[in-house]
């Protein structure tokens, strides 16, 4: 009996400076948000050590909301007028959290539109640094972080928007370690990432965890979006089953990327994200949207369901747990693998076409 009395007190103390260390890494969001006004360096250690603890211990659940405050409906009256959405609407968006994998160019602006609309809770990964090559497309960083952590600088930025969203910074990558734990956190995953063993595995965590995942993804003037995992439909897997070649498959410092392309497939899944999140139910779990904006075109390709010999959402699965994924593929920028020509779904397999 001693030792329950014990392990109770410890669990209760662990909770406390949980909390604790919350608040601090709420306060230094706030200090970063002001810029690298005054002693900069002093800031930059502090990121650092923000950094130290990329992947804290489960979090507490949202606080409930039973109704709306008078600033609540002041802030988002224009969306509250909307039959499709409306206070119960408004309300889901409030209890709900979503964990946005990639705080780079389709990271940015869905984590943006994503915290305007009223989202309870973001979780904001990325292991990378703000560098002056990211700031044409990653629009939440500015100059004056530039060496900061993407996912702290991200969260400042965030926090300027709306101080009402609960934020919470992970400065490292995801891992098959860390990743089932953190996604099984969240209610809807949005993979922004830039590689890929990155998307093979926040997909098959998603998979596990029963979570739905919307997948966007931009290179040159061209974008791609499909949300897996939803409904009864496809996930990662059925489509790519397995990892490209490296040499079919390129990166932004290559290819190139005109930074508003994925400013608009970011936005685009954050429309996704919060329609799944109020209620509304996506449009893509079936469909996967084409963009090309050289023609400004969108265009939407059916795809079939989830393949019954699917390796990990199969009816008789070979990946039950996460794996090593990090394979000798090239970085790629947010774009899936088999993707790298613009006519490639024509050559892929039926798998993904009708």
């Known amino acids: 009996m001693a030792g329950g009395g014990e392990a109770a007190r410890l669990c209760a103390e662990i909770s406390q400076r949980e909390q604790e260390l919350r ?12 810029g690298a006004a005054g002693d900069g360096g002093a ?6 050590a923000e950094c130290a603890a990329a992947f804290p211990s ?26 499709e959405l409306g206070v119960r609407g408004q309300l889901l968006l409030a209890r709900s959290s979503v964990l946005v994998v990639g705080c780079g160019g389709l990271g940015c602006p869905l984590a943006q539109y994503l915290a305007a609309a009223g989202v309870g809770r973001l979780g904001l990964v990325d292991h990378d640094v703000v560098e002056t090559s990211n700031l044409h497309r990653q629009v939440l960083h500015g100059e004056a972080r530039r060496g900061f952590p993407k996912a702290v600088s991200a969260a400042a930025a965030l926090r300027l928007l709306n101080s009402t969203v609960q934020y919470v910074p992970y400065c490292g990558a995801l891992s098959p370690r860390t990743a089932l734990e953190l996604v099984r956190q969240y209610d809807v995953i949005a993979d922004c990432s ?37 409904q009864g439909g496809p996930c990662y897997r059925c489509l ?13 410092a290559d290819g190139g990327v005109l930074g508003v392309v994925p400013g608009i497939m970011g936005c685009i899944q954050a429309l996704e994200v919060l329609k799944i999140a109020s209620g509304m139910g996506s449009s893509f779990s079936q469909f996967m949207l084409m963009f090309d904006a050289h023609e400004g075109r969108f265009r939407n390709i059916k795809l079939r369901p989830k393949k019954p010999d699917c390796a990990v959402c199969g009816d008789n699965p070979s990946v039950t747990c996460l794996q090593d994924y990090e394979v000798r593929e090239k970085k790629i920028d947010a774009w ?3 993707c790298k020509h613009k006519d490639i779904f024509h050559k892929l397999s039926p798998c993904l076409l009708w």
């Open 194 to 230: 830039d590689n890929v063993p990155t998307r093979y595995l926040v997909n098959d965590a998603c998979v596990l965890a029963g979570k739905p995942l919307v997948s966007g993804s931009a290179l040159r003037l061209e974008g791609q979006l499909v949300v897996y995992n939803y």
């Open 58 to 83: 489960e979090l507490p659940p949202l606080p409930a909301q039973a109704s709306l405050s008078p600033a609540d409906i002041l802030r988002y009256s224009r969306q509250l007028v909307l039959p």
């Open 43 to 48: 800031v930059e250690e502090c990121a650092a």
């Open 336 to 338: 899936p693998p088999f």
């Open 23 to 34: 608040g601090l890494r709420e306060r230094l969001a706030a200090v970063l948000a002001e």
């Open 240 to 252: 790519f089953p397995k990892p490209p070649p490296p040499e079919t498959v390129t990166n932004c």
